[in-house]
């Protein structure tokens, strides 16, 4: 009898093929998947630093007009004796240069106003970045006859501006407090 040897072929079967590209496309997937999670994160981030930014520029550059305030004592600016006024989410002073200062909210940006040397306003903030939702003066030491020193906390609350999803859900809530350089003594 002639055995008649069949040699098995080499190759992959069509069920190996199937389950080699299903394994194939579950990882492809994944690995997408997590990229585009990745960069969906960074672009979050992105926006929140560029939102910081704006936001940090505005508080030291207001910090540093604040910090050098002076007591109107002839009631030029604002009411006389004071060091600041509030009203709302404004803030009005004079400052080392007896220029009188405000800050204010309008449109959802922070501006900056010099009343004496009328300049104009100055948006502190960029309304295409960040858009302030709120923001508030709290004036503390004001009195002469208490025994502290004049200082105003400012709290921010600003949302992202631009209109990509990933900018519209961030929130940033700031709060910093400046004390004048100038003693309060009479």
């Keep these: 009898m002639n055995k008649v040897n069949k040699r098995k072929s080499d190759g992959f079967s069509l069920l190996e093929t199937i389950v080699a ?3 194939f496309t579950v990882v492809i997937s994944v690995t997408i998947g997590a990229f585009l999670v990745a960069i969906k994160a960074q672009r979050v981030v992105l926006t929140e630093k560029a939102m910081s930014e704006n936001i ?8 540093r007009q604040m910090r050098v305030a002076k007591r109107d004592t002839a009631g030029v600016c604002i009411p006389i004796n004071s060091t600041f006024n ?5 803030i009005s002073f004079i400052n080392s240069s007896l220029d009188c200062i405000s800050f204010f909210l ?3 940006a922070l501006v ?6 009328p300049s104009g306003e100055i948006a502190l903030t960029d309304n295409t970045i960040v858009k302030i939702d709120s923001l508030s003066f709290l004036v503390q030491g004001e009195q002469n006859s208490d025994p502290e020193q004049p200082r105003v906390t400012m709290v921010i609350s600003a949302s992202g501006a631009g209109k990509s999803a990933e900018s519209q859900g961030v929130q940033l809530n700031i709060q ?6 100038e003693l309060d003594i009479n």
């Design 21 to 23: 590209m299903g394994i």
């Design 56 to 63: 940090n520029f505005a508080l030291e550059f207001m910090s």
């Design 86 to 90: 509030t009203q709302g989410s404004q």
């Design 106 to 108: 309008s449109f959802g």
């Design 112 to 117: 900056y106003e010099n009343t004496t040397t």
């Design 176 to 181: 910093t407090t400046v004390s004048t350089r």
